[in-house]
């Protein structure tokens, strides 16, 4: 199973990737902004690596190497919010055969920039200079907006107000339902 977890920029899905890698040591957890840092360094840097196919195109190739090749359990930590990006991704993904569950971390844009604020500097985007704070900030409300068009069977949580423990349970709870389907 791929579990892709997607929300806007510090819900929480880097933590909680490592909090079902703790519980599932056998897993891998795949970033595929590592895919994107790597594309720039072959191709001219854009404002966003989303926006290239191929990095599109392998994010779904990458995930069903490494699912396929290395792990029952693969962990996608990544926002995508552009429906289109999530719909070729997402499909792409489904139509090779690989069961997706799907969780989208939802908060309050509050707790959100506290979070972002918490972080410290980070460094600049190749493309605009910005830090990734403010970055992460100039796409938050779509980012937020996103979780009201999110795919059917897509489990929505609340990470500010469930701990990192209860939503590891939640996805591991789903994940078992959606393997026995």
Do not use: C
Request: aromatic share 6%; glycine share 6%; proline share 5%.
């Amino acid at each position: 199973m791929i579990i892709w977890l997607n929300g806007s920029f510090a819900a929480g899905k880097t933590t909680l990737a490592g909090e079902l890698l703790r519980r599932l040591p056998q897993a891998v957890v795949f970033d595929p902004e590592e895919l994107g840092i790597t594309l720039w360094k072959w191709v001219p840097p854009n404002d966003d690596f989303q926006n290239l196919a191929a990095w599109r195109e392998l994010v779904v190739a990458t995930a069903i190497s490494l699912r396929r090749h290395h792990t029952d359990t693969l962990i996608i930590p990544m926002t995508l919010t552009n429906t289109a990006y999530q719909a070729e991704i997402l499909g792409g993904l489904a139509t090779a055969g690989e069961e997706v569950l799907h969780v989208f971390l939802e908060a309050d844009p509050t707790v959100l920039i506290a979070r972002l604020d918490a972080r410290g500097p980070v460094t600049d985007t190749p493309v605009t200079g910005q830090t990734a704070r403010e970055w992460a900030l100039e796409r938050m409300t779509a980012a937020i907006t996103a979780a009201a068009h999110q795919p059917s069977g897509t489990l929505k949580l609340r990470s500010d107000h469930l701990t990192t423990t209860e939503l590891a349970d939640e996805v591991l709870a789903a994940a078992e339902l959606h393997s026995t389907r």
